[in-house]
């Protein structure tokens, strides 16, 4: 449907029939039960569609998926156990042993941590850029075995902005595709598919789900890469799974070949599905994300100009504040707003900063970002503990780096709490 966002958040996903419950029921059964053993057999091979398992699909979920997919404006997506796991899946979907990756160094620490280790344990060489890499910068890192493209289209916790248009680009003329994680702005604020990337991924942990109830992560496909362009580089797209009786993805399903991999390959041999319980919880929080997003970027609007004019405080980095070295990208690919997360250093470094957070009332301590209450994070001694100084420098993190994370509580409250902790120092 051709509804506005506010609408398909409400709208978009659980469709009831004639007599069935408003709201999205939670189909909390490993299992479905089917009269004959072919039609079952039919659905392991993919002939028809239909949930049997819940780790492969479970109504609960697929309601949220359609929900995420619609305000992506995607074909189709995949709910995981946790945003780690969406990152994971995209990712192998179409990288396997022995190819190499590019990457945005300003990432999420949990998502370096898989791409610098993990990946690389598994096969898969991984080359990182500096945000605002010149086009030359980025060309150069290409191979003959690069599969992907990966960046974070509003960086956790360094607030950088991706150039979408600018990594799409040099992604499309090297036949590979964009993946990014998108989870900072949500579709609110931003829908990267509009701007050419063609796979996006969240954490729903976070704005999505917005109550910090429960973990999540999602992978959209926008159905617009064309894989069969460039077979040679993606054979588990485009030659037969010997897995599926020789299914060949693109064949079968067209412009949806990539998430019905995901789901149908990845899935089935990692498991790493969600509970329809916080499927459900996923839904209920997607239901109110327009009205949070709004409120969470004029709080944090507020909270970064008082920051900025407070001369106890060396520096503030929002991408909403006209001065930001962000600003333009953020005007052009978010105009309506980033998210509610700020950083800041205080003077007198690491020391103050540990004081002024332990000092604060309202916003609390706690390793969680972006839900409804205003709460306060220093990634150097946490999230981002594992990175050495230069891998921190690189990610954008400094030592007296403070997460911020503006809530829905009233803008003066939150006010005030920063007032009074800064008055303590
Ligand atoms: C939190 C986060 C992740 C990881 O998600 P989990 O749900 O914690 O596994 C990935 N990307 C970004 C941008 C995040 O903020």
């Known amino acids: 449907m051709n509804w506005h966002l506010d609408t398909k958040c409400i709208q978009e996903g659980w469709k009831p029939g004639n007599g069935e419950p408003r709201v999205l029921p939670i189909y909390q059964s490993t299992t479905f039960k089917y009269d004959s053993a072919e039609t079952l057999g039919d659905l392991f091979d993919l002939k028809i569609g239909g949930d049997f398992y819940t780790r492969l699909s479970n109504p609960t979920t697929n309601a949220v998926e359609q929900k995420v997919a619609a305000l992506e404006g995607g074909v189709g997506a995949l709910m995981t156990s946790a945003g780690q796991a969406a990152s994971m899946l995209a990712v192998c979907n179409i990288a396997r042993s022995g ?9 999420y620490g949990g998502t370096f941590n898989l791409f610098n280790k993990t990946l690389r344990e598994l096969g898969i060489d991984v080359t990182f ?7 030359e910068e980025i060309e150069a890192a290409f191979r003959p075995n690069t599969k992907l493209v990966f960046g974070e289209t509003l960086s956790n916790p360094s607030l950088n902005v ?3 248009e600018q990594y799409a680009r040099l992604a499309h003329a090297h036949g590979v595709p964009l993946i990014v994680d998108n989870t900072f702005p949500t579709p609110i604020n931003c829908r990267p598919f509009e701007f050419g990337a063609d796979i996006v991924v969240h954490s729903t942990s ?3 789900d917005g109550h910090a109830t429960a973990l999540g992560g999602m ?3 926008s159905g ?3 894989w069969q362009a460039h077979a040679d580089k993606f054979p588990g797209l485009t030659t037969p799974d010997d897995s599926y009786h020789g299914i060949v993805y ?3 399903f067209g412009s949806a070949a990539y998430i019905t991999k995901c789901r149908t390959h990845l899935m089935r041999d990692m498991g790493v599905a969600p509970s329809p319980q916080n499927a459900f919880l996923l839904s209920q929080g997607i239901d109110t994300l327009h009205l949070r997003m709004e409120r969470h970027c004029s709080n944090a609007q507020k909270v970064a100009e008082y920051l900025s004019g407070d001369d106890r405080i060396a520096w503030v980095n929002y991408p909403g504040l006209p001065g930001d070295k962000n600003y333009a990208l953020a005007q052009k690919y978010m105009p309506h707003g980033t998210c509610g997360v700020i950083s800041f250093g205080i003077k007198g470094g690491r020391e103050a900063a540990c004081r002024f957070m332990e000092a604060l009332k309202l916003a609390a301590i706690v390793i969680h970002v972006a839900d409804l209450r205003t709460c306060v994070l220093h990634p150097a001694s946490t999230t981002h503990r594992q990175l050495n100084d230069q891998q921190l420098a690189e990610a954008g993190v400094t030592p007296d780096l403070i997460r911020f994370s503006v809530g829905i509580e009233h803008p003066d409250d939150i006010l005030a709490d920063i007032r009074q902790a800064l008055d303590t120092l």
């Not at 190819?99 to 990432?107: N, R, T």
């Not at 850029?129 to 086009?135: I, N, R, T, V, Y």
């Open 250 to 252: 693109t064949e079968q």
């Open 219 to 221: 992978v959209v496909d």
């Open 129 to 135: 850029l500096q945000p605002g890499a010149s086009d």
């Open 206 to 208: 976070k704005y999505l």
């Open 99 to 107: 190819d190499h990756i590019i990457s945005g160094v300003a990432i």
């Open 224 to 226: 617009k890469f064309d």
């Open 162 to 164: 991706l150039d979408i």
